[in-house]
T-cell receptor, first 114, second 117 residues
Framework: NAGVTQTPKFQVLKTGQSMTLQCAQD?????MSWYRQDPGMGLRLIHY???????DQGEVPNGYNVSRSTTEDFPLRLLSAAPSQTSVYFC?????????????FGDGTRLSIL | GDSVTQMEGPVTLSEEAFLTINCTYT??????LFWYVQYPGEGLQLLLK?????DKGSNKGFEATYRKETTSFHLEKGSVQVSDSAVYFC????????????????FGQGTILTVHP
């Protein structure tokens, strides 16, 4: 069982470039989300999805887009990369959105914007 | 809004020492509480959880008790090992004013633990 798989693991972009961070889970989880991790700030929620076709904004959504066409996949798109988006990005999934459900995290994508 | 505050780090201990990492929270509803651990180069893994007052979560020798009266969820381990060196995150998931939280986790800033032989 692969769990939550993120690709790529590392990426360097130039300011203004666009890219898509991939996330896939094989646990048939309904709920998926994206977080960014910055030093001294813990993890902050970017976007989330409670099921295929349904997405919503989290705490820090500006500059990012998401879509959820299948249960398994939840890609994160950077529209025009900025140095402030340099961070480590984590995708997570859980069986449902209920508050007692633990999240399963991928290994992260380390993104640098020059 | 919801928030989680962890003790300042990093924490450096010798093997077999007692560990406490403090965590306090504020929440608008009745949250579930979690501790996650992040080993170098990896994603976060659930360490333990508690979903109601006075519940004790435990795993791999770590324990934390949900204290509603003090809004705390301190992590403890009686004897740490070198393999426990990692970053520890306290987090909560709250029902929120609308009755659902949509799975959102609010994290503390993380505490780096280093254990020396």
């Amino acid at each position: 069982n692969a769990g939550v798989t993120q690709t790529p693991k590392f990426q360097v972009l130039k300011t203004g470039q666009s890219m898509t961070l991939q996330c896939a889970q094989d646990m048939n989880h309904e709920y998926m989300s994206w977080y960014r991790q910055d030093p001294g700030m813990g993890l902050r929620l970017i976007h989330y999805s409670v099921g295929a076709g349904i997405t919503d904004q989290g705490e820090v959504p500006n500059g990012y887009n998401v879509s959820r066409s299948t249960t398994e996949d939840f890609p994160l798109r950077l529209l025009s990369a900025a140095p402030s988006q340099t961070s480590v990005y984590f995708c997570a999934s859980s069986y449902s959105y209920k508050i007692d459900q633990p999240q399963h995290f991928g290994d992260g994508t380390r993104l640098s914007i020059l | 809004g919801d928030s989680v505050t962890q003790m300042e780090g990093p924490v450096t201990l010798s093997e077999e020492a007692f560990l406490t990492i403090n965590c306090t929270y504020t929440a608008t509803g009745y949250p579930s509480l979690f501790w996650y651990v992040q080993y170098p180069g990896e994603g976060l893994q659930l360490l333990l959880k508690a979903t109601k007052a006075d519940d004790k979560g435990s795993n791999k020798g770590f324990e934390a008790t949900y204290r509603k009266e003090t809004t705390s969820f301190h992590l403890e381990k009686g004897s740490v090992q070198v393999s426990d060196s990692a970053v520890y995150f306290c987090a909560l998931s709250d029902r929120g004013a609308g009755g659902t939280s949509y799975g959102k986790l609010t994290f503390g800033q993380g505490t780096i633990l280093t254990v020396h032989p």
